[in-house]
């Protein structure tokens, strides 16, 4: 049973940082890569990083990049997604998600099979 938890999402100024944490239980069995989309009102999903947690080869969509760094402990069975030079574009519920590594290789799906309950991120 696969489960993800996010939390972090706060209301920030445009320019700030955030950092949001995912922590994930219950693998499905094939190699799992996590990963982050977010969906804004009136907008369509967006798959915004993706990190492969045994080779930690990353994924990150053009509008984050440079911005946004997804991180991994393993130990902790926990996913991180670093954001600073925030802007009001990125405002959004950002979502946790499990992906199979073997599928959609260098792209996050914004259409996972597993995702969290999403947390607010809101840049004013």
């Known amino acids: 049973h696969v489960q993800l938890v996010e939390s972090g999402g706060d209301s920030v100024q445009a320019g700030g940082s955030l950092r949001l944490s995912c922590v994930a239980s219950?693998?499905?069995?094939?190699?799992?890569?996590l990963g982050w989309f977010r969906h804004a009102p009136g907008k369509e999903r967006e798959g915004v990083a993706r990190?492969?947690?045994?080779?930690?080869?990353?994924y990150y969509a053009d509008s984050v990049k440079g911005r946004f760094t997804a991180s991994v402990d393993n130990e902790k069975n926990t996913l991180y997604l670093d954001m600073k030079n925030l802007n009001p574009d990125d405002t959004a519920t950002y979502y946790c998600?499990?992906?199979?590594?073997?599928?959609?290789?260098?792209?996050?799906?914004?259409?996972?099979?597993?995702w969290g309950q999403g947390t607010q991120v809101t840049v004013s």
């Open positions: 998600a499990a992906v199979n590594c073997g599928l959609s290789v260098g792209y996050m799906t914004p259409y996972p099979d597993f």
């Open positions: 219950g693998y499905p069995q094939y190699r799992t890569c």
């Open positions: 990190i492969d947690t045994i080779g930690g080869a990353t």
